[in-house]
């Protein structure tokens, strides 16, 4: 009882009046097996939880002092009071420390190491040209794509086909570094292919995207990773 955990401001002084009036003598030397007098357990749990300003508690310490059933259940009530507050804190410290991530990434969004759990990036191929075969490489303005996305939502040029199509991408030497497959499909008159990725590991740069239906050539597109 020495901490000064308190919501109704007991001071010091009043902390020191409970326990001279108490005594700890008080677990033994006042039985009250009959509980004769004792007050409602609500009133002895508002006065162990310092919820009970002393001027109201007055009236229940002379019965407190001659009782040691009471006595006993306000210590029980009092240790309880104080996990209770203990929890609350570390509660609070817990919930501080898991918002300081958080509250870094809103506020320097471009210093995070994780990215976010899905991000799909839409490669609108529908108004390039394409370079026929695997060697050559287009001489277009390179889509820009982020190397966090972990999906590709790749609208395919018109008039494409639905179905299996095979999806890689290479070096500007031809050297290979990510394959995939997935399937297209129309809707709305735009031929749609997805497929997962997984580019976190490679470094930002210039690669070719490369795409066909099984057995056919491949149509390259160049690509600005960052």
Request: net charge neutral.
């Amino acid at each position: 009882m020495g901490d000064h955990l308190n919501t109704m401001g007991y001071s010091d002084r009043e902390e020191g009046r409970i326990l001279e009036v108490l005594g700890r003598g008080l677990l033994r030397e006042f039985p009250n097996p009959d509980r004769q007098g004792c007050p409602p357990s609500e009133a002895l749990k508002r006065i162990a939880g310092h919820e009970m300003p002393l001027a109201e508690a007055e009236k229940w310490l002379d019965h407190l002092g001659s009782c040691s059933p009471c006595y006993r259940d306000y210590l029980d009530l009092q240790a309880a009071h104080r996990i209770r507050r203990k929890w609350v804190f570390f509660a609070a410290a817990a919930g501080i420390l898991l918002a300081i991530p958080i509250v870094g990434r809103l506020l320097f969004p471009g210093h995070h190491k994780l990215p976010p759990a899905q991000i799909t990036a839409v490669l609108d191929l529908r108004n390039r040209s394409v370079t026929r075969g695997a060697e050559q490489g287009p001489a277009q303005v390179p889509l820009e794509l982020s190397r966090y996305a972990s999906q590709w939502n790749i609208q395919l040029p018109p008039g494409s086909a639905d179905g299996p199509y095979e999806v890689r991408l290479t070096t500007e030497q031809g050297e290979q570094i990510f394959a995939t497959q997935g399937v297209a499909t129309i809707s709305g008159g735009i031929t749609s292919l997805r497929v997962e990725v997984r580019l976190l590991s490679v470094r930002p740069g210039r690669y070719v995207l490369q795409l066909r239906e099984p057995a056919l050539v491949w149509n390259s597109y160049f690509l600005a990773l960052y």
